[in-house]
């Protein structure tokens, strides 16, 4: 269950460095303006700086998550779980702050933290019964 919840948790890393991307690298794009719901390149000029800046937020925990994983996976599990934990923990608030704010989100919500939200429940699991 340890590593189920370990390849969860890297699969939500993943899907967050593509939101960094799209939010950082590519947020003028049609594909990034569809996914947010950006209507207009000129919208898209004006939130850019802050699009910008959240995307690296996305990446800070992914990076943290992958950190977490490749601890755990050398035998530190005390830190490399707590790195998952707090990481992936991070990205299901996320989702609940986005669907709390603006229900019309709920289906982005949903692809943002469910995979997340069963990679913490899969890792607790596994490390609560030592599997």
């Known amino acids: 269950m340890i590593i189920t919840g370990l390849v969860l948790a890297?699969?939500?890393?993943?899907v967050h460095v593509y939101?960094?991307?799209?939010?950082?690298v590519a947020w003028r794009s049609r594909r990034a303006r569809a996914t947010f719901?950006?209507?207009?390149d000129e919208e898209a000029r004006v939130t850019?700086?802050?699009?910008?800046?959240?995307?690296?937020y996305?990446?800070?925990?992914?990076?943290?998550?992958?950190?977490?994983?490749?601890?755990?996976a050398v035998g530190t599990t005390a830190v490399g779980a707590t790195l998952v934990f707090v990481g992936?923990?991070?990205?299901?608030?996320?989702?609940?702050?986005?669907?709390l704010s603006n229900p019309s989100m709920a289906p982005a919500a949903a692809k943002q933290g469910a995979i997340p939200l069963l990679g913490v429940v899969a890792l607790a699991i596994g490390l609560a019964v030592g599997a």
Do not use: D
């Open 37 to 40: 719901g950006v209507a207009s």
């Open 10 to 14: 890297g699969l939500a890393a993943l």
């Open 48 to 56: 850019q700086p802050l699009a910008f800046n959240q995307g690296f």
């Open 88 to 99: 992936a923990g991070s990205m299901v608030a996320a989702a609940l702050v986005l669907v």
């Open 19 to 24: 939101i960094f991307y799209l939010e950082s």
């Open 58 to 72: 996305n990446l800070f925990l992914a990076v943290e998550v992958a950190l977490g994983i490749v601890l755990t």
